[in-house]
């Protein structure tokens, strides 16, 4: 390969990374990590857990985690789910006066999902209190 070939296969490599990336569904994600179980609205017995936002959304389509039921049916329009809705935050809709508050919903969704993968036979992630809420940071 000639030097004007090597570098014009750098360049195309290069735009063609650029332009997947900026398709890519992380191009609209929130941050790779957060916190959950944080604030004073949660009745925090034990210590805030770190949500690989990042890894998830790798692994799963964004109405997996993210839905608003009507009659059984999901019903949430994925076009709501860009960084900065606050509405898209768990904590719109799992809060205090919810029949579902915060607590419930992240167990539920997060650790029933990771039973029902290892049940699966898949890869899966933490069942135990201590697994998630880590004593120390």
């Known amino acids: 390969m000639t030097l004007n070939t090597k570098s014009l296969v750098w360049v195309a490599t ?12 992380f191009a609209l994600a929130q941050d ?15 210590t805030a857990v770190v949500f690989s936002h990042d890894l998830h959304m790798g692994l799963y389509e964004c ?19 860009e960084e900065g809705n606050p509405d898209i935050r768990c904590s719109a809709c799992h809060n205090d006066q919810a029949d579902v508050d915060r607590q419930k919903a992240y167990h539920r969704q997060c650790m029933g ?25």
Do not use: W, Y
């Open 14 to 25: 290069a735009i063609l990374a650029v332009i997947g990336l900026s398709l890519s569904p």
């Open 113 to 137: 999902c990771h039973i029902d993968t290892r049940k699966a036979g898949d890869a899966s992630g933490p069942e135990l209190c201590g697994t998630c809420h880590l004593s120390a940071r």
């Open 63 to 81: 109405l997996d985690c993210h839905h608003d039921f009507k009659e059984g049916v999901n019903v949430l329009d994925e076009d709501t789910l």
């Open 32 to 46: 790779e990590e957060m916190l959950l179980n944080t604030g004073d609205a949660m009745k925090t017995q034990r």
